[in-house]
C-alpha cells in the first residue's frame, strides 16, 4: 500500500432545490462528545429527491470549537416540506458537497456491499424562484468498465464505470458510475482502460420506482402487491480525456490495496459487534436462568 501522503482528488457535488425533510439533531457519542448528525433531503426535480448526509463534532481534537459545526447547527431550526408543505418549504443550496464511499457488510449477501452517500459541510438558503441543480464532478483511477447484463443474460448497451477517488487521509472512495448515452458509450469504450485518470461530471439520481406484482387466485381478482424500489446512480454526461496511469502520479494497485485495507476493517468492526452482541445474549440468558 502507498505510504506516501496522496493527494486528494476534486470531489464536487452542487446541489439546489426544495428541502422536503430536515432530520439534523444534536447527540452525544460513548465518549461524551458533542455533534451535530441527520439528512436534509433535497427535491432537485418531481422525480429525484437527495438525502444529504450531515455530520461535525462540537469540538475539534485540539479542544477548539468548530466553525463547520457552529455553522450547521443552525440548519436544526430550517422548515421543510414535511413540517410545512411544499409550497411554503424554504429552497437550498449545497456548495462542494462530495460523494463519499458507505461501504458495509450485509448479512444476508454475505459480503462487504459497495455503497455511497452524498456528505456536505456548506448549506445556506437560496431564493425562491433559484433554479435546481444536481450536478458532480469527480476524478479517479478507472478500475474497471463493465457492461451491465439483465436478468435474463441479455447485454443492455448499459455500463457501469468502476472509479478510485483519493479522499482526505488517504481513504480512497470506490464508486460505480453508470452510463448509456450512445456517444458516451462510444468514447469511454474507444479511449478509456482501467488505470487511467479521468474526471467524470454528471448527475446524482435518486428515482422510486413501483413494481406491481399479481397473486393468481383460484377464482375472483388477482392479489396486487406494490413494491417501491429507490434508484441510486451517479450517471455520467461528460467526462475528460484520459491521462496514462504512469503520468498520473497515481498507482492503481496501491489504490486498490488501500480499498481492501478498507473492506478489512469494515468486517474487523462487524465481527467486534457481533461478538459482543453473541456476548450479551449469552449473559442475559444466563441470567433469566436464576
Known sequence: MAKEELKQMLNRVTIQGTLMDNTIEVRVDNKGRKYLSGELEVMTDNDCIIPVSIFSYELKNTGEKSAIYDRLVKLIDYPSARSVGVQKAPKVAISNAQVRDNSFYSE?????????????????????????????????????????????????????????NVDYGNRVNEL???????????????????????????????????????????????????????????????????????????????????????????????????????????????????
Open 108 to 164: 444476508r449477501d454475505g459480503r462487504i456491499v459497495n455503497n455511497w452517500r452524498v456528505s456536505a459541510s456548506f448549506v445556506r438558503a437560496a431564493a425562491s424562484d433559484a433554479i435546481n441543480q444536481n450536478s458532480f464532478e469527480i476524478q479517479g483511477v478507472i478500475s474497471s468498465i463493465k457492461e451491465v447484463i439483465d436478468r435474463e443474460g441479455n447485454a443492455t448497451d448499459t455500463y457501469d464505470l468502476k472509479l478510485l
Open 176 to 290: 460505480t458510475f453508470r452510463f448509456d448515452d450512445p456517444a458516451a458509450v462510444k468514447y469511454i469504450n474507444n479511449n478509456y482502460n482501467v488505470g487511467d485518470l479521468v474526471t467524470l461530471c454528471g448527475l446524482v439520481v435518486y428515482e422510486q420506482k413501483q413494481r406491481v406484482v399479481e397473486k393468481e387466485l383460484g377464482f375472483g381478482d388477482p392479489i396486487k402487491q406494490t413494491y417501491t424500489n429507490t434508484v441510486r446512480l451517479l450517471r455520467i454526461t461528460a467526462g475528460t480525456a484520459p491521462v496514462d496511469s504512469e503520468e498520473s502520479g497515481y498507482k492503481l494497485k496501491d489504490l486498490q490495496q488501500i480499498v481492501t485495507s478498507q473492506n478489512n476493517s469494515i468486517m474487523e468492526k462487524y465481527n467486534v459487534k457481533a461478538q459482543t452482541t453473541a456476548a450479551t445474549a449469552k449473559a442475559a440468558g444466563a441470567d433469566l436462568l436464576f
